[in-house]
């Protein structure tokens, strides 16, 4: 499977005081999707070896429905990139609005903690195409000396 949604209602135990859910809580539903869709795809437990280029965009609040979507964007020997959006909305039907974004890269590992090569994800829709150029320009930025 190359991508999950977990839906879930903010609960009023992760707020913070000014009423709204803490960062490190969306940090949280962030990695719990990721090694999800990471661990169904490589079929192994994987971990998060890197988080990358959040943006806040907008706060949750306390009872709102919550979407974590994490989607394969691409994959190399080991690494799988993904995608994950955080939305949140009223629970009466009305429209979900993006609260973050981010790039995560999850490894497979062995019994032995060592990483393990991946099967190819390849991109079927321009959707995917788009989402695994920009993952692989993301990665190329990084490993370019500043």
Known sequence: MSSITLRFL?????????????????????????CACATQWAQRHAVAVFVGSIRFQRPIHVGSLVEVEARLAYTGRTGMNLSVEVRSGDMTGAEMQTATECLAVFVALDAQGRPLPVDAFAPATPGEMALAQRARAYLEAGRTPA
């Open 10 to 34: 903010a609960e009023a135990g992760t707020v913070n005081v000014g009423g709204r859910i803490p960062g490190g809580t969306v940090l949280r539903w962030i990695d719990e999707a990721g």
